[in-house]
């Protein structure tokens, strides 16, 4: 039986009309405050760049593991360079020798041999010396195709080569065959503007192939033979560029029993122009597709679909501030007053635990006059002196502050990637706090191109590696390089890349959101275990990564790291091409792939016991 219902008093009936009315004040208040000013609670960083007198022991000289064998010609200085920086970096010792000069007596000296030549002619019977002595135990790395004629012909069948074309292979595209890269199998790779890189070979059953071709062909790229009591590893990409370090030092990790080398272990995610002013005026592109205004689109879809996007991740973004977009380059340089944007990004950016670093008062990189731009940056700017480039930092880092009074802003991104000398110089004596510069990996035309590396000045160079939301073949590849060269991950956007044609407008945010999502779902599949950072904790990763010196003892299954300049953290990538990790003391061992572990150390002295 249901109740009757009493009619209430009127008093009564009023005070909940107040209440509700109460309540749709405090939800405008509410959303009010959100809109003007997101408060966040500052967070202590992960990792903080350290004291460089900490990390500034000298590393004792060691004994040359590697030898390099190369050829004067383009082929033959493009593989030492290239072996030059990817062996540097992996802090593996090695000598070079020009191969004409080598003398076979020396080869007993060394473990490795990596031969970066073209024509094999030139080495005369040393060639044989060398197939002798990787017979007895030596790793022989064959960086590139050469010249498939003469010398080589008659050496091919030991290096598991059945037979020959006549031509040189178009290779379009790479598929793995089995585990040698981290995020490799996942996915097939298109190769951009393939041309007759790479020998066509047939391969004898005992090679283990790990790369080929992803067409009919199936042309082997990267295989492995035994060879007596030592390795051969062909490399037969012919790629000798930055975009494919990963490629070759995969290749060289699979020349011994085992191989460790230092990584940083970081993904981070850039957004230049972010926290800026907001475009004016409308896009045909955004109209078209969502009928409102750049402004109300950047609020509404673009920040909410990329914060959701982190959110599920686990990226905290660095945002790069940018105070006005004027072409101003003297005089005062006045304060931008409208902060409202700024306020409600920043802080939701920094809620969510990100970082806010400096991109510039405005969009002019630090160039002073007579800096040459070439034409595509016709309409920039130059800087009349220097005091003018330090009064605009200045007035910026004073915008940044007013504006999160918590923050300390420790990392500078230059505007179009572009920095000057004095740019950098007066960034290094006037920002006391500035911690990392972080401008572009791969070389461009005027752009400023780093490595992960810390500069004379002190400052860290943290270099992003791809960018933008069309992610095309060539960047794909890049990241797979990258993530298995440094264990990094390093992309930057705009918001503005959604209006720019030459940046993907025209696919629509839909399909570009799109294929930002599926980077950053292949990142995280392929390396779960990756840390994700911020710009600060990033420079702290890579300090520590490039100061670190290590020693390898490898002897009756153990191996024995012994490291130079520990301070708190080290990361390593452990391939074991013969039997398997047993007990690790100093340190914890992750599987990453079949055969390979990230290894964290904690501590000088870490050793990994192999079982056979
Ligand atoms: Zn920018």
């Known amino acids: 039986m249901r109740r009757a219902r009493r009619k209430r008093p009127f008093h009564l009936q009023f005070r909940r009309m107040q209440a509700i009315i109460g309540a749709f004040i405090c939800i405008a208040v509410f959303l009010y405050l959100v809109q003007r000013n997101v408060s966040y609670q500052p967070r202590s960083r992960l990792l903080e760049p350290a004291d460089q007198d900490l990390l500034s022991e000298e590393i004792p000289e060691q004994e040359a593991e590697c030898l390099i064998l190369w050829q004067d010609d383009a082929s033959g200085l493009s593989g ?23 003398e076979p007596e020396h080869l007993a000296a060394y473990e490795t041999v990596i031969l970066s030549m073209t024509q094999y002619n030139l080495l005369g019977d040393r060639l044989l010396d060398i197939l002798d002595w990787t017979e007895s135990g030596g790793g022989l790395l064959i960086l590139y195709p050469p010249d498939g004629n003469g010398s080589f012909q008659s050496i091919a069948p030991q290096l598991g080569i059945q037979s020959l074309g006549s031509s040189m292979a178009v290779v379009e595209g790479l598929h793995f065959v089995g585990p040698l890269m981290i995020g490799g199998q996942e996915k097939d790779y298109k ?17 283990e192939v790990y790369l080929e071709s992803d067409d009919e062909a199936k042309v082997p790229l990267i295989w ?33 029993d085992v191989c460790a080398y230092p990584v940083i272990n970081a993904s981070i995610f850039y957004i230049d122009d972010f926290p800026s002013p907001v ?46 977009y004027s072409d101003q380059v ?75 009074p918590e923050e300390r802003f420790r990392v500078y991104v230059p505007p179009s990637n572009i920095l000057s000398e004095e740019g950098r110089e007066m960034l290094s004596r006037e920002m006391e706090d500035l911690a990392a510069i972080a401008s572009i990996y791969f070389p461009g035309t005027v752009e400023y191109e780093q490595e992960f590396d810390v500069g004379e000045d002190g400052i860290i160079n943290t270099p992003r590696v791809i960018s933008g939301y069309v992610l095309d073949d060539y960047m794909q590849i890049a990241a797979l390089s990258e993530l298995n060269f440094h264990y990094v991950n390093s992309h930057f956007q705009h918001p503005d890349d959604v209006l720019d044609v030459d940046r993907g407008a025209a696919l629509g945010w839909e399909e570009l959101f799109h294929r930002l999502s599926d980077y950053v779902e292949w990142l995280y599949e392929a390396a779960p275990d990756i840390r994700t950072l911020t710009g600060t904790e990033m420079a702290g990763a890579v300090q520590r990564y490039d100061a670190i010196g290590v020693e390898r003892e490898w002897s009756e299954g153990r191996l024995v790291l012994n490291l130079t300049n520990f301070l708190d953290e080290a990361w390593f990538f452990v391939r074991v091409n013969e039997g398997t990790p047993g007990t690790v003391t100093g340190g914890t061992l992750t599987q990453v792939q079949e055969g390979l572990y990230l290894l964290e150390a904690w501590q000088e002295q870490v050793e990994i016991e192999i079982l056979q």
């Open 279 to 324: 475009p004016g005026g409308e896009s045909n592109y955004i109209q078209e597709d969502y009928g409102m205004n750049i402004s109300d689109f950047y609020t509404q879809v673009w920040w909410n679909d990329v914060y959701n996007l982190g959110k599920e991740y686990g990226i905290r973004y660095t945002g790069l501030v940018i105070e006005q």
């Open 191 to 207: 190769i951009t503007d393939p041309y007759e890189s790479s020998l066509m070979a047939v391969l004898d059953s005992d090679c």
């Open 224 to 256: 492995k033979k035994n060879q007596g009591e030592g390795t051969i590893v062909v490399n037969n990409m012919g790629f000798l560029e930055k975009a494919y370090r990963g490629f070759y030092s995969a290749s060289y990790s699979l020349l011994q």
């Open 330 to 404: 003297e005089g005062e340089f006045q304060r931008n007053e409208d902060t409202q944007r700024y306020r409600y990004f920043g802080n939701m950016l920094l809620g969510a635990g990100g970082e806010i670093g400096f991109h510039g008062y405005n969009h002019m990189p630090l160039c002073l006059l007579g800096f040459e731009y070439g034409e595509e940056y016709e309409s920039y700017r130059l800087w009349p002196s220097y005091e003018d480039m330090r009064a605009s930092i200045t007035e910026l880092a004073g915008f940044c502050a007013e504006l999160f």
């Open 80 to 102: 030492l360079a290239m072996m030059e920086s990817v062996l540097g970096q992996m802090k593996i010792p090695y000598d070079t020798c020009e191969g004409i000069q080598m």
